[in-house]
């Protein structure tokens, strides 16, 4: 490694910084106000190198017209963030923080495939800014005069934010409704219209770097996601709605991944290191160590211990003797379904099953334990990786079925030390950065997890191989794992569980070990996650570094909240109702996402307590009116 290599790169990590911080920054803003943790934010992101892909040619190829068709294509992804506001969230501010983050998630999904319709699944590549397409010497390396713009317009960015917050009327509001939201409605500002000027600022902001990051990296169907994980990484470790920590967690961010790219292969001790290879996980190791150390943030605040304890959970009623009818129906007929329909039945049952325990470990660390997760797929894929590796190994497969899950317990067992010291958003976000590791680790190490490839032929035992012998033994491992999940929750610990989740100085008054009977909650889910994922494994035959990926979190939070999260047989509903939804809307349309997106966004504005909670409430109506 050269000194000019070194620092083309840290001009090159400069330019990154930049684009990373306009996006950080509208979220940061939105945030700081609203409290809603904008999951659609990457797709304004994308909607700007799409929109200005299609403007940049009709504008001209000049650069007066480039430019222009820059600027307008930020101010109509700032217009569509403030159609967002008013048509979805605004229906939606006063419920809980993760009800709102399936909402925006569902918008996720809408919006990619409306892009899909409108620019087809292909990578377009937008022509480069008119006289920045030349490159600037700098001790013998070459770099690109528009990355010399972009870490011009970082600073300049935050400079012109800092003015508007702190020099105007408006910012006085902003930073008026992110200090006390409640206060600075009681003195009369309008948050109606606050809110949609924040959102349209935010997502202005978003716009831009998507129609900046055009000369750089084409437009495609993958930029929401890809740049939503290192956005809420900025965001967090920048301090949830700190606008100057956004820009200084995307300077450190940005720099160290490009340290690691100049770094490369590196002999230390005689063992080699692909510093490069470690780009993947920079970002969340660095919010990992943050967060250990300084759990709100760089230049955050401490939450309001009066704000955490506000929050009111119902408690989960124990199963009545309806309930109780119902679900031995609902046994009958998974026992007869696989005589009843064809083999696809039984694999979707299966599936059903596998995914119903997922949700429930999922929902058992929700609900009772009030810790949000956003990686709980970590623990699913441990699970699934151990199974398949055992296997691979000549263990029987029985034998390798249970003990896999030890190994998702083990994970929790180190993860959870951490995390059961973060509450909240910040919680929630330290689980997405360890699970982004594990499934680093997955996909990277080729001669253990078989890389991007995975493993394959990892089949169940010959009395097993038959499709409706694997069906009954899902069905029975699930049925005891969900009895056993359930027993939990009323017996002694789970009341400790709920005490330290609804009061945790009072439960530590009265001799509660809070930390301690949090991290037990933490492996007992992951270990019931690990189930599922070694089902999983044996059901299809394969394992990839996609069972641990942010999707798979997402849709076990989608399950658990569709359900019901103060119900407990609100996850298995929700994951039998999701997993058929995308299951056969997928096969009717290759628009499925907006149409699972749009059928989620109705139940989250109809039936904001989950399909399960409505219909407990319906029960106890008609039983009340009888």
């Not at 999951?39 to 009709?58: D, E, K, R, V, W």
């Not at 408006?170 to 409605?185: H, K, P, Q, S, Y």
């Amino acid at each position: 490694m050269t000194f000019a290599t070194l620092l083309i790169q840290f001009l090159n990590g400069l330019a990154s910084a930049s684009a990373l911080f306009l996006v950080s920054a509208g979220l940061s803003l939105i945030f700081g106000v609203t409290r809603i943790v904008n999951f659609a934010h990457g797709s304004l992101y994308m909607l700007g190198a799409y929109i200005a892909y299609s403007l940049i040619a009709p504008f001209g190829a000049t650069i007066l017209g480039y430019w222009t068709a820059v600027i307008v294509t930020a101010v109509i992804v700032g217009v569509i963030g403030i159609l967002i506001e008013v048509l979805l969230l605004r229906r939606i501010y006063r419920a809980p923080e993760l009800l709102q983050l399936i909402a925006t998630f569902a918008v996720v999904l809408i919006v990619k495939d409306v892009a899909l319709a409108a620019w087809g699944p292909q990578d377009l590549l937008g022509p480069r800014a008119p006289g920045l397409k030349g490159a600037i010497a700098i001790a013998g390396g070459a770099l690109p005069q528009y990355d010399v713009l972009l870490i011009v317009l970082g600073p300049l960015v935050l400079a012109f934010l800092w003015l508007l917050l702190q020099r105007t009327r408006w910012g006085i509001l902003v930073r008026a409704a992110t200090e006390d939201r409640e206060m600075a409605e009681a003195l009369g500002v309008n948050q109606v219209w606050l809110f949609s000027t924040v959102f349209f600022v935010g997502a202005l902001l978003a716009g831009l770097a998507g129609a900046l990051q055009l000369p750089r990296e084409p437009a495609n169907l993958a930029m929401d996601l890809s740049i939503i994980a290192d956005v809420f990484v900025v965001t967090v470790v920048g301090g949830l709605g700190s606008i100057p920590g956004a820009f200084v967690a995307a300077l450190i961010i940005s720099l160290i991944k490009s340290l690691c790219i100049a770094l490369g292969d590196v002999t230390v001790f005689g063992v080699a290191v692909s510093f490069s290879k470690l780009t993947l996980i920079a970002e969340f190791v660095v919010m990992a160590v943050v967060l250990a150390f300084r759990p709100w943030g760089l230049f955050g605040r401490p939450p309001s211990m009066l704000a955490a304890a506000s929050e009111q959970r119902d408690l989960i009623s124990a199963p009545g003797a309806r309930l109780k009818l119902a679900g031995f129906i609902v046994l009958a007929a998974l026992v007869a379904a696989p005589w009843i329909g064809d083999d696809y039945l039984t694999v979707l049952l299966t599936d059903i099953l596998v995914f119903a325990l997922f949700a429930a470990s999922l929902h058992f660390l929700m609900g009772p334990g009030g810790m949000a997760s956003f990686g709980h797929a970590a623990y699913f894929g441990l699970g699934a990786y151990a199974a398949a590796l055992l296997v691979k190994r000549a263990v029987p497969m029985e034998l390798a079925l249970a003990l896999a899950p030890l190994a998702a317990g083990l994970g929790a067992l180190v993860y959870g030390w951490f995390c059961v010291r973060l509450s909240g958003v910040y919680l929630a976000m330290l689980t997405l950065a360890l699970a982004q590791i594990t499934w680093s680790i997955a996909y990277q190490w080729d001669a253990v997890t078989g890389g991007s490839n995975g493993l394959v032929g990892v089949w169940p035992a010959a009395w097993l191989s038959n499709r409706i012998a694997y069906y009954y033994l899902t069905l029975t491992a699930v049925i005891i794992a969900l009895l056993v999940l359930w027993r939990i929750i009323y017996a002694p610990f789970g009341y400790a569980l709920r005490g330290a989740r609804d009061s945790p100085l009072r439960a530590e008054a009265i001799g509660i070990d809070v930390r301690g009977t949090q991290w037990t909650a933490f492996v007992a889910a992951a270990l019931f996650a690990g189930i599922a994922g070694a089902l999983y494994a044996f059901s299809k035959g394969s394992i990839s570094p996609e069972t641990l990926a942010i999707p798979r979190s997402v849709d076990g939070l989608v399950m658990v909240l569709l359900g019901g999260l103060q119900t407990l047989v609100g996850p298995v509903v929700g994951a039998a109702v999701f997993t058929w939804l995308q299951d056969t809307v997928s096969r009717q349309t290759d628009f499925w996402r907006a149409l699972l997106g749009g059928v989620i966004l109705v139940l989250v504005l109809l039936f904001p307590q989950g399909i399960a909670g409505v219909a407990g409430q319906v029960g106890r109506r008609t039983k009340a009116d009888a």
